[in-house]
């Protein structure tokens, strides 16, 4: 579990984490697996991970002056075989690379991507390998969609 500065604390850091723990010692257990509650920005690149996951990502938890930054850590963090996994309300307008700041239907913050507006930003580092649609969350804007990522070769970047 990795959390963002000024991220909205849905579940504690501790909760979530002790939930991870549980299902991987009664359900997974894989031994090799650890969970983290770190600040995601804090986090020396010293090693690797194998998997990021953010959910609700960008319309909760990241401004756009930030993506970049995120997206290059991500980069730095991951293993060369690593997956990034991103759960991301989708602007459906493809025209053109647009970031909807239109807000939350109930109030409150929000940006949402387009595909372009995605693909602007993680093309050079990353590629799409799975994309699919998430289930039906009262109170979106638009649809969710988890994109898997995985790193392109560092001579690309």
């Known amino acids: 579990t990795l959390s963002l ?3 909205l604390p849905i579940y504690s850091c501790s909760g979530a984490l002790s939930i991870a723990q549980y299902l991987n010692s009664h359900i997974y257990r894989r031994e090799s697996v650890s969970f983290y509650c770190e600040d995601f920005y804090d986090i020396p690149v010293l090693s690797t ?3 990021i996951y953010c959910s609700s990502f960008l319309h909760y938890s990241i401004g756009e ?3 970049d930054e ?3 850590r991500c980069y730095d963090l991951l293993s060369d075989s690593g997956m990034l996994v991103l759960e991301i309300e989708l602007y459906p307008r493809m025209e053109k690379s647009i ?3 239109s807000g939350r239907p109930a109030g409150g913050d929000g940006s949402y991507p387009n595909l372009p507006w ?3 930003h993680t093309g050079k ?3 799409i390998t799975y994309l699919a649609r998430s289930l ?4 979106s804007n638009y649809d969710i969609y988890f994109f898997h990522f995985t790193k392109r070769c560092a001579c690309s970047v």
């Open 136 to 139: 039906f969350q009262p109170g």
């Open 118 to 120: 995605i693909l602007e």
């Open 99 to 101: 970031l909807d700041v």
């Open 5 to 7: 500065h000024d991220a």
């Open 65 to 67: 002056d930030k993506v």
């Open 49 to 51: 991970v194998d998997v």
């Open 70 to 72: 995120f997206f290059g």
């Open 125 to 127: 580092m990353f590629a």
